[in-house]
């Protein structure tokens, strides 16, 4: 069922004299894609660090899954149910597939008074992590390449390892920043499928710059220039939208 998981009310970042976010606001619904699209510099990323905790908004409220979280740190907002891939792919390289999972799964584990005993069991010792571990490697389609080494997986695996150790922090909203990028087309391909597969669970921001990618998956589009948005609605009407086409997919107004 379609609910609202996240809402951004006039979210407004500054940096000294440059407005890099400007009064944008945006709801992402559960079971639906809302893709936002850009020229660099548009302010795209800005705005996911702005709804994940990563910077703190210079004005505006982001409430999630019922609360207000603006101002929240990243640990506190992920803890709240957001999870977010970044530009850059962050896994760790000498560990396998399935360590890299449960290492974001054990992470939702409660925190327990300290002892220093508990350094010397395993890792897996946690049921609950395990099964959050299990659940992800399914979910991402990677249980086959489990017991490999994240140096050893191909730069498509990568980003579907990186997206899996979200998913194993069991979020509701996820926010990824061009999952698709670098990609040929056999793997941006299963990327795709991979997205459409998690949309009815989450609510989800992807930030893209394939638009093939973009027109198969969003629900929603939203179109930023200048840290403004310029149009929002749906894909075809976005696409259709002059000052869309003259800003930013190129096309010349008729």
């Given at each position: 069922?379609?609910?609202?998981?996240?809402?951004?009310?006039?979210?407004?970042?500054?940096?000294?004299?440059?407005?890099?976010?400007?009064?944008?606001s945006?709801e992402?619904?559960?079971d639906?894609?809302?893709?936002?699209?850009?020229?660099?510099?548009?302010g795209?990323?800005?705005?996911t660090?702005?709804?994940?905790?990563?910077?703190?908004a210079t004005?505006?409220?982001?409430?999630?899954?019922?609360?207000n979280?603006?101002?929240?740190p990243?640990?506190?907002?992920?803890r709240?149910?957001?999870?977010?891939?970044?530009?850059?792919?962050?896994i760790?390289?000498?560990?396998?597939?399935?360590?890299?999972?449960?290492?974001?799964?054990?992470?939702?584990?409660p925190?327990?008074?300290w002892?220093?005993l508990?350094?010397?069991?395993?890792?897996t010792h946690?049921?609950?992590a395990?099964?959050?571990s299990?659940?992800a490697?399914?979910l991402?389609?990677?249980?086959?390449?489990?017991?490999l080494?994240?140096?050893?997986?191909?730069h498509?695996?990568r980003r579907q390892?990186?997206?899996?150790m979200?998913?194993?922090?069991?979020?509701?909203?996820?926010l990824?920043?061009e999952?698709?990028?670098?990609?040929?087309?056999?793997?941006?391909?299963?990327?795709?499928?991979?997205l459409l597969?998690l949309?009815?669970?989450?609510?989800?921001?992807?930030?893209e710059?394939?638009?093939?990618?973009?027109?198969?998956?969003?629900?929603?589009?939203t179109?930023?220039?200048?840290?403004?948005v310029?149009?929002?609605?749906?894909?075809?009407?976005?696409?259709?939208?002059?000052?869309v086409q003259?800003?930013?997919?190129?096309?010349?107004?008729?």
């Open positions: 069922m379609s609910e609202v998981l996240l809402c951004a009310h006039r979210l407004t970042k500054r940096f000294g004299g440059l407005t890099a976010v400007n009064q944008v945006l992402l619904w559960r639906r894609i809302h893709a936002v699209i850009g020229p660099n510099g548009a795209k990323s800005t705005l660090s702005l709804l994940s905790g990563d910077l703190p004005s505006g409220q982001i409430t999630l899954c019922g609360c979280i603006s101002g929240w990243a640990e506190q907002v992920s709240q149910g957001l999870g977010r891939s970044y530009q850059k792919t962050n760790f390289l000498p560990f396998t597939v399935s360590e890299n999972i449960h290492l974001a799964a054990q992470s939702r584990d925190q327990q008074p002892n220093p508990r350094w010397l069991q395993k890792a946690s049921i609950a395990n099964a959050r299990t659940k490697l399914e991402s389609g990677l249980e086959e390449r489990r017991d080494l994240a140096a050893a997986l191909s498509g695996e390892l990186e997206i899996a979200t998913l194993a922090t069991e979020p509701e909203v996820l990824l920043d999952p698709l990028a670098g990609m040929g087309a056999a793997e941006a391909q299963r990327m795709v499928e991979l597969q949309k009815k669970d989450h609510a989800m921001l992807l930030v710059h394939d638009m093939d990618a973009v027109f198969a998956l969003a629900d929603h589009l179109v930023m220039v200048n840290g403004q310029i149009a929002s609605g749906a894909p075809a009407a976005v696409r259709a939208n002059p000052d003259s800003a930013y997919l190129g096309e010349e107004t008729p």
